[in-house]
Every structure is written in structure tokens, then in C-alpha cells.
């Protein structure tokens, strides 16, 4: 059942006096009509009672009134004959009368019990009826206070609602400002990326025109130095031309059969901090170590145990790359800090620093001979640097970051760079010709080359976790080294051939030296015992030991007893 409520509704323009009289009006309509038949039956049997009990008064004082003319007539007694038969019929009519009377009054009595009994029902009706009204009115002012309080709750939820429609209305103005704000970055980013892309044309048109020029600059040099050298030697006669630098070169070290390493010889830090690169001298009887403390350090095994003999300084930032010459006269260092330095063996001092890199240097090789090196780097560019006249004579514009290089041909006559880069392609440059001659391209990007004994296969690590075996002479992979646990652990970690050619040895993420058989590509042995990615191995030239260095500084001398 709905009651009304006592509260205002908005927009009603009734007074709250009407409103209250209105609600006790209605209150008292639903608290009295339901129970309106109880009480009209209630007065009218008490109305009946009231008569019923003046009717008996009545019938008890005609009863006493006739008793009292019974006793009347029976003092009175005999007289005459005719008087006793008159008494005696008037007796019996007054007894028939009062025997009726009694009957009435019989009845009445019962009639009485049967309306006390309707009463007493109706009694208890009527304390059940109001013990319903009660209860109905408890739960009325239950319900009324749950009404009250649901109607704060209401208002309070209405604010919260208008409270936050409009925190959404200022989301959605906000976004809408920010939809406007990133349509507008949009358009000026799509501008700035066009500014930029025809920017970056510009510049590489404009480095291809300086590589030209400094190319031009370069062949007049040499054009001039050539007719310079014709007429010296046209003056000269018969004399013979003195070189300065002796090109009867020493043959190479030669390897019959190197051995597989199966133990630590010696162990020890090479530099204070991260180690980069390694190299073992074309000769055998030193090699090199690079790290990120700015220093190259010669190292001579002695023994089980490994000296370093000479600490070689002038970097600005981490060395990342080592090369002998093919007299072992030179040690040539890639750098960090946009430089190639070149230093002495004998005297330890720096010879040569090439500067003209952009961005930092990660490989470097001497070309052919001492008097040439190429060089790669962050700045997609591979430079050929002749030594004689301190100068870079070539710029080749690779399009992607190199990270190694070598070079492809064998001795001085040497005229093919191969490099390897981050877009995972290995190119052939032809130091006669504009463009690359050929590309192979691999799963991942490379990480390094490494040239066999014969000059007739490279070892290309990449970070696909495998290491290929090209055949140059074919330029297609004839040998895949791959195994379940060898994982690649950066994008410079040097992979090595044996000296023989016969092995192939690489460093993994953690730790473990991996080293495969050329011919069937089957995993012949594993190392652990480095503690963290092996960046560099390097095998001595006549097979006797192998070398390794991890990014936590330690090297390992490994042999096979």
C-alpha cells in the first residue's frame, strides 16, 4: 500500500500545512475504514444489550409486583367459594405469565450469553486488529524512514550523477581538445617527416658529392704523385726507387692440423672493465686484447700462465675491433670515440689515427698491406685509408651500420672488402667500382666475418643464432653451424676459423665456447667456463692453444692438455 510522502516534490506549489493536513486526512481514512463495520457491529450489540438488560429490569419488577400480589391474595385468603376459584384462576394466569415471562427472560438470558460471546469475538478481533495496526504501523515508520533515508540517498545520487555528468562533459571536452592537439601533432609530424626525409636526401646527395670530390681530390693526388714518380724515375735513370716499407713480406705461418682445446691453460683479466675484442698475431707468439677501459694490451703466453708485455693508450672511449698487419709490425684498433688508431709492437706508440667517421667505429682491417686499411661503422660508411698519405681516399655509403669487415683476395693484391651489417646483409665492394657487386642476405644481423686459411670460404655469425659457411667462390652458404644451446649474445660477438680451416669456434650468451666441423657441421666440442656472453675467439696460427674473452673482463687460454 502506497503512503504519500510528507516531503516537497519539485514544482508542487501547495504549502506544507495542506500537505500534512492532506496526509493525516489520508492516514486516518486508511487507519479507520477498514475497521468501520467492526464498530458499527460493536455499538449496535451493545445497543442491543443496553435494551436487553432494561428489558429484564422490567420483567424482574413486574415478576417482584406479581409476587407481591400472589402473597396479597393468598393472605387473604378464604371468603367465599366463588372468591378462591377467581383467586385460583388468576393465580394460574399470573403463573402461566410469570412461566412465560421466565421463558423470555430465559431467552433473553441466552440471547445475552450469545452477545457477550459476539462481543468477546469481536473483542479479540478487535485487539487483533490492532495488534495488526501496530505492527502495520511499525513497519509504516520502518518503511517511512527507509523512505527518508532512500530519498537522501536519491538527492545524493542525483548530485553525484550531475556531478559527474559534468566531469564527463569536461572529458569530453578534453578529448576533444586532445583529438583536436593530436590531429594538429599528426599533420606537423607527417610535415616534420617529409622535412626530414627530403633533409636526409639532401645530405646523403650532399656526402655522395663530397666522397666524389675527396675521391676527384684523391686520383689528382695520385695522378700527380704518379707523374712526380715518372719523372723521378726518368731523371733517376737506372737508379732504383727506395721504398719505405720493405714489400718482401715473410711467409705466412702455416698450420697442418690444429688441435681441439679440452682445458684452461691459464685465466686471467685482461682489463678493468668490459673485453671487446681478441686477435691472435699472424705469427703466433703474441696477441691483443681490447676492451672498454680505453686500452689495447699485448699479451705473450709463457707457459700456463699469459704476461702482458706492453699496454697500448690513446683511445678516448672503448676499442672494439683488433688487427695485425701481415708482419705483425702494426696493431690496428676500431674505437668508440669516431677514431682508428694504429700502434707500433716495437716501440708501443701510436703511429696513425683516422679520423672521419661520424659515429663510432666497430671493425677495422688492414687492406692488402700496412699501408691501407678499411674501416666500417654507425654512420653506414666504409672508408679506405691510405697510410702514406694520412688521408681517406674512399667513402663507400654501405645504407646500413657495419659491424665487420674483411678483406677478400689474399696478400697486396687485395681489391674486394666484404662487410657485414645490421640489416642483415653481407655486400662485396670492388674498390674499383661505385656500387656493391654482390649481397647475400641471412636470417639476422651480423655480428662478424671471419676468413678461411685457403681465402675460399668465410665464417659469418649472425643473430639468428647460427653460424654460416659461405663459399666465396660460388657466394652461396654450403654449411649451416647450429645448436640447441648456442644463443647469440650480442651484436658484435666475433666467431672464428680454425687455423687448418678444419673447425669453427664461436661464444655464446652464457658463457659456453662452441666449436663445430667445418666439413659436416657437426658440434665437436663445448667449453664452459666463462661466466657471462664470450665476445671474441681467437685461435693461434699454428693451432697450439685458442683464446677467448668474456664481457666481465676475463680471458681464457685453452689447449688440449
Known amino acids: 500500500m502506497n503512503r504519500p510522502s510528507l516531503g516537497l516534490v519539485g514544482g508542487d506549489t501547495r504549502s506544507w500545512r495542506r500537505l500534512i493536513l492532506d496526509s493525516l486526512r489520508d492516514r486516518n481514512n486508511i487507519e479507520t475504514v477498514p475497521f468501520q463495520d467492526i464498530v458499527n457491529s460493536h455499538a449496535k450489540l451493545l445497543d442491543s444489550v443496553e435494551s436487553l438488560r432494561l428489558q429484564t429490569i422490567q420483567l424482574s419488577v413486574k415478576n417482584e409486583k406479581l409476587r407481591q400480589e400472589n402473597t ?271 700502434w707500433s709492437v716495437h716501440d708501443h706508440r701510436i703511429k696513425h689515427t683516422l679520423t672521419g667517421h661520424s659515429n663510432k667505429v666497430y671493425a677495422a682491417k688492414f687492406f692488402g698491406d700496412a699501408l691501407h686499411v678499411v674501416s666500417g661503422g654507425h654512420d653506414r660508411t666504409i672508408k679506405v685509408w691510405d697510410l702514406r698519405a694520412r688521408a681517406c681516399n674512399r667513402t663507400i655509403f654501405a645504407g646500413s651500420s657495419c659491424h665487420d669487415l674483411c678483406a677478400y683476395g689474399g696478400g697486396m693484391g687485395s681489391n674486394t672488402i666484404i662487410s657485414g651489417h645490421f640489416d642483415k646483409k653481407i655486400r662485396f665492394w670492388d674498390t674499383r667500382s661505385e656500387s656493391a657487386t654482390n649481397e647475400i642476405t641471412l636470417l639476422g644481423r651480423i655480428t662478424s666475418l671471419d676468413l678461411s686459411p685457403d681465402h675460399q670460404s668465410m665464417l659469418a655469425c649472425a643473430r639468428d643464432d647460427c653460424c654460416k659457411v659461405i663459399d666465396l667462390r660460388m657466394n652461396q652458404t654450403k654449411q649451416t653451424l647450429h645448436y640447441i644451446n648456442y644463443k647469440v649474445g650480442s651484436d658484435f660477438t666475433r666467431a672464428s676459423f680454425s687455423p687448418d680451416g678444419q673447425y669453427a669456434s664461436a661464444g655464446g650468451h652464457d658463457g659456453t665456447i662452441f666449436i663445430w666441423d667445418v666439413l659436416t657441421g657437426k658440434l665437436v666440442k663445448s667449453l664452459k667456463e666463462h661466466n657471462s656472453n664470450v665476445t671474441a675467439v681467437s685461435w693461434h696460427a699454428k693451432g697450439r692453444f685458442m683464446a677467448s674473452v668474456e664481457r666481465s673482463k676475463k680471458c681464457i687460454i685453452w689447449s688440449d692438455y
Open 72 to 342: 396479597a391474595l393468598e393472605i387473604q385468603g378464604g371468603g367465599s367459594a366463588g372468591g378462591d376459584i377467581k383467586a385460583n384462576e388468576r393465580i394460574t394466569g399470573l403463573e402461566k405469565k410469570l412461566f412465560k415471562l421466565q421463558e423470555e427472560l430465559t431467552e433473553l438470558h441466552r440471547r445475552k450469553g450469545e452477545n457477550a460471546q459476539q462481543v468477546v469475538d469481536l473483542s479479540t478481533a478487535l485487539q487483533t486488529r490492532e495488534k495488526q495496526n501496530q505492527a502495520h504501523e511499525i513497519k509504516i515508520n520502518d518503511l517511512e524512514s527507509s523512505a527518508v533515508s532512500l530519498r537522501s540517498a536519491n538527492k545524493s545520487l542525483e548530485q553525484t550523477i550531475v556531478d559527474m555528468q559534468q566531469a564527463n562533459q569536461a572529458l569530453v571536452d578534453e578529448h576533444q581538445t586532445l583529438h583536436l592537439l593530436c590531429t594538429t601533432a599528426e599533420q606537423e609530424l607527417k610535415k616534420v617527416k617529409i622535412e626530414n626525409f627530403d633533409l636526409v636526401n639532401r645530405w646523403v646527395e650532399q656526402k655522395r658529392k663530397d666522397a666524389d670530390k675527396v675521391n676527384l681530390e684523391n686520383d689528382e693526388w695520385r695522378t700527380q704523385k704518379q707523374a712526380q714518380l715518372r719523372r723521378a724515375l726518368t731523371e733517376a735513370g737506372t737508379h732504383s726507387l727506395s721504398s719505405s716499407v720493405d714489400l718482401e713480406l715473410p711467409p705466412p705461418t702455416v698450420c697442418i692440423s690444429a688441435s681441439l682445446p679440452t682445458a684452461v691453460l691459464s685465466r686471467f683479466d685482461a682489463h678493468d672493465g668490459e673485453a671487446n675484442a681478441l686477435r691472435f698475431s699472424r705469427c703466433g707468439n703474441f696477441f691483443a686484447t681490447g676492451g672498454a677501459d680505453r686500452k689495447v694490451k699485448l699479451w705473450e703466453v709463457q707457459g700456463d700462465r699469459c704476461v702482458a708485455f706492453a699496454t697500448l693508450t690513446g683511445s678516448n672511449q672503448g676499442v672494439t675491433a683488433i688487427d695485425f698487419d701481415y708482419n705483425d709490425q702494426y696493431v690496428l684498433g676500431s674505437c668508440n670515440d669516431h677514431a682508428t688508431r694504429i
